[in-house]
């Protein structure tokens, strides 16, 4: 309350209700001539006051506000740092191990154009046929029971004649078919065959 408010309050009777105007007046006049406010200009001050206290509460709100997303905003750009290292480390060691892999691989293409190519082996020859028989006459199909030079009788004495198709003669005179050949007279007695374009005798080739 005032203080005129108080003075007018104290003057309770009639007649103070009657001078409540004049006492106002007077009132208002010593203020103002001792320099204080006026009650309404205390009444604006304080409005003013609280009007100003209102703006403050709402920047400071404001402010708090700001405050937290700044946080948050720090926070969120923290992990993404740390994401982003976690990644790059990824990345590097994935490029490391490439490069490895890369280099090993170039360096067994390198060693691998250096050495002189294998040409292939060749393949074996076939082994010829046995031309001899452990028993009996050593002619084809020939059962006769032996003699000499693994011949039966009659074929002993036609290979001496030199007219045996395939056997090698006293002179190394050979008849295969049509085809005649010159061999060692060591050779005498031998069967001998044509395979693959090359002459053998008891399955040496000469």
């Given at each position: ?24 007046d007077i009132v208002h006049a010593v203020l103002k001539e001792h320099g204080y ?24 709100a404001r402010l708090d506000a700001a405050v937290k997303m700044a946080e948050e ?134």
């Amino acid at each position: 309350m005032s203080l005129i408010d108080t003075l007018v309050a104290r003057l309770g009777r009639p007649a103070g209700k009657a001078l409540d105007p004049a006492i106002r007046d007077i009132v208002h006049a010593v203020l103002k001539e001792h320099g204080y406010a006026s009650p309404a200009e205390v009444q604006a001050l304080r409005d003013e006051v609280r009007d100003m206290r209102g703006r403050v509460d709402g920047m400071q709100a404001r402010l708090d506000a700001a405050v937290k997303m700044a946080e948050e905003a720090r926070a969120a750009s923290a992990e993404s740092v740390k994401v982003a290292r976690a990644e790059a480390e990824s990345a590097r060691s994935t490029a490391a191990a490439v490069r490895v892999e890369l280099e090993k691989q170039i360096a067994e293409l390198r060693n691998s154009r250096a050495a002189p190519a294998s040409p292939p082996a060749p393949a074996p020859a076939p082994a010829p046929a046995p031309t001899t028989h452990a028993e009996g006459c050593k002619v084809p199909g020939c059962t006769g029971t032996l003699r000499s030079k693994g011949f039966c009788s009659p074929h002993y004495q036609q290979w001496r004649r030199g007219n045996l198709n395939g056997f090698v003669g006293l002179d190394g005179h050979l008849t295969l078919g049509e085809g005649q050949y010159k061999v060692k007279t060591a050779l005498a007695g031998g069967r001998g065959e044509v395979r693959e374009g090359k002459l053998f005798v008891d399955g040496q080739a000469v």
